[in-house]
Structures are given as structure tokens and as C-alpha cells.
């Protein structure tokens, strides 16, 4: 299945875009994805990305919680 990476990148992590902006067009590549592919998008992200932006946003996308360190956990 087609994965998006949503992470920060730059200088983003310390100074985030808006949850508002980043869900509208993280919103339209999800749909265009699964319109292309016929499958769901599976999103990647760090914790702080997940907290930030995806959680409760996508409730049909299936997460894949990007950790180096340590078990990831979504509670």
C-alpha cells in the first residue's frame, strides 16, 4: 500500500505549521493516493508529528509510528 512520510523537515520542527493547514494538505495527497492506488494510505510519522497532526484526523488511516529508540505507543 502507498505510505506518506509526515515528518518535520528544516527548520519545521521548531517552527510547526498549523494543524489546520498541514491537515488540508496532507487531507487532499491522502485522497489522491487512494484514488491512484484503490488502497488505503498508510501514514508514517514521529510521535510528535502524530500528536501534532494526525491523531484523531484520520480515523481510516492506518499508522506506522516511526521510533529508533524506543517501543512506539499511541496511548
Not at 12 to 31: A, F, Y
Not at 49 to 72: E, G, H
Request: charged content about 30%; proline content about 8%.
Amino acid at each position: 500500500p502507498p505510505v506518506i512520510d509526515v515528518e518535520f523537515y528544516a527548520n519545521k520542527k521548531d517552527n510547526p505549521p498549523k494543524r489546520e493547514d498541514v491537515t488540508k494538505e496532507l487531507s487532499v495527497m491522502i485522497e489522491m493516493l487512494e484514488k491512484h492506488y484503490g488502497k488505503k494510505v498508510i501514514l508514517y510519522a514521529t510521535q510528535e508529528v502524530y500528536d501534532l497532526y494526525i491523531k484523531d484526523a484520520y480515523p481510516k488511516c492506518d499508522i506506522w509510528i516511526r521510533s529508533v529508540l524506543t517501543k512506539p505507543s499511541l496511548s
